[in-house]
């Protein structure tokens, strides 16, 4: 097979108004590896072949009369199935809704499709996004492709979408987070995800697990990507979004402002104790590299522990995901999830007092954080404290969630971005926490970050599947 699944959206989008490329060239190559090797990675719930097929010939004639379209038209995606698209079946990773048909099409699909993306299918979940390993019990699990030998953690709660784009079976994908679900399978699976500021971008029209916290986003193979993607999703007009490619040369993220004199807050000697010997060697190694390129580095010392915030994040989403689930989980016990349903049903248990003075406390550590990042630009840590690990060895009751539930606690930004690969060849996540509306800023850093290290977790994956 042909290397266009590993390649970059902005790059095909370039290769189309070179003429180089053809919409049903790079559809076909899509749903040829979907057919070769989807069966063992379980990525997909459900592919569009037909209606991906159509949508490439249309985009085909399109770009064959010199129309002039955006960089997204022609470049094909997946939604991760929470996300709804009228007419079609949305399950919510549970058996409890596999025959449940959209009768809306969320905004940020709208957006996607008005830009000319072409949709592959839709990529497994966790049920109703509740967990952060990327397991589900009766659709199947997805495989992490960085092992081809042995199953382990692909991430979750988007767990198809992060195998999908890192086995080349989608070009992107669309993920949510609300406490680390579009950056927790972006790591494990060696891809980029941001986790996009609270309220930035439309969740209407996507299953909801938490409405305080819940946060749609871009997964990709670059910073670009996922740059591009954001700018889309946000609602930017193609022909503004053309321009500002046009400006930075393709890449998407602006060249002309570097991170000299940017100053990031990095783990404590407590905080550093929790992680994995390799991964807190690549994650040194990748504060060697931004520290080189001019980015000031100090201690940082958090008013409230991570661990605190982990546990205040769960009251939150364990109490409204039994607001919005709860009834399915009373009533459809042997359609569910026996892993998910405990997480469910445990937000039954909360008080209302509880619950409200977590939204209150919230609010209280969102000021006192931001106060103690005052003359930050932001902070970074590893995505996840430790590389995937066996499917075997998974604690349903536990999380791998540690360092990424603070982003959605304290309503921040936040990109995972590969920082290399362990002894056994597993990828590892850099985070990059930025306040809320810095997007662009989270992404520069990323972007020269990724330059740097000259796409350091990135290799093309085809020699493993096959």
Known sequence: MSDIGFMSIVDIAKLYRKKLLHPTQVVDEYLNRIAAFDAKLGS?????STSAKEMAAIAGEVFDSAYPVGP??????????????????????????????????????????RAGGILLGKTKTVEVAMGAWGTNQNFGTPWNPWDSSIARTPGGSSSGSGV??????????IGTDTGGSVRIPSAWCGIVGLKTSEGAISTEGIIPLSHTLDTVGPMGRCVS???LMYEIMRGL????????????????VCKEIDIKRMHFGVLSAKERAIVDPEVLDLYDEALKTLKYLGAEL????????????????????????????GEMYENATDLTDSNVRPRIMSGRDISAKDYIEALLNRKIHQKQFLSSMRGLTGLLTPTIAYPAIRLES????????????????????????????????????????????????????GSAFEEAVAGIGHPNLN????
């Not at 193609?238 to 393709?250: C, L, R, S, Y």
């Not at 958090?302 to 546990?311: E, N, T, Y």
Request: glycine residues 10%.
């Open 237 to 252: 007009d193609p022909t503004a979004i053309e321009t500002m490619m046009v400006e930075t040369d393709g890449s998407m």
């Open 225 to 227: 990507d996922v740059a």
């Open 463 to 466: 020699n493993l599947l096959n």
């Open 44 to 48: 997909y719930q459900e592919v569009y």
């Open 72 to 113: 997204f038209y022609g470049i094909p995606f997946a939604l991760k199935d929470i996300v709804h698209i009228e007419g079609r079946v949305t399950t919510g990773g549970s058996r409890a809704m596999a025959n449940s048909i959209s009768t809306e099409t969320s905004v940020v699909a709208q957006r996607l499709l």
């Open 298 to 325: 100090s201690t940082f010392n958090p008013p409230i522990s991570f661990d605190k915030m982990k546990a205040a994040t769960g009251t939150i989403i364990f109490s409204e995901g039994y607001h919005h689930h």
């Open 394 to 445: 998974v604690d349903e009751d536990s999380t791998p969630a540690h360092f990424t539930r603070a982003g959605n606690y304290l309503g921040l930004c936040g990109l995972s971005i590969p920082m290399g690969l362990t002894s056994k060849g597993l990828p590892a996540g850099l985070q990059i926490l930025g306040r809320n509306d810095e997007e662009s800023t989270v992404l520069i850093v």
């Open 164 to 173: 999908a784009v890192a086995a080349g079976l989608a070009a992107c994908a």
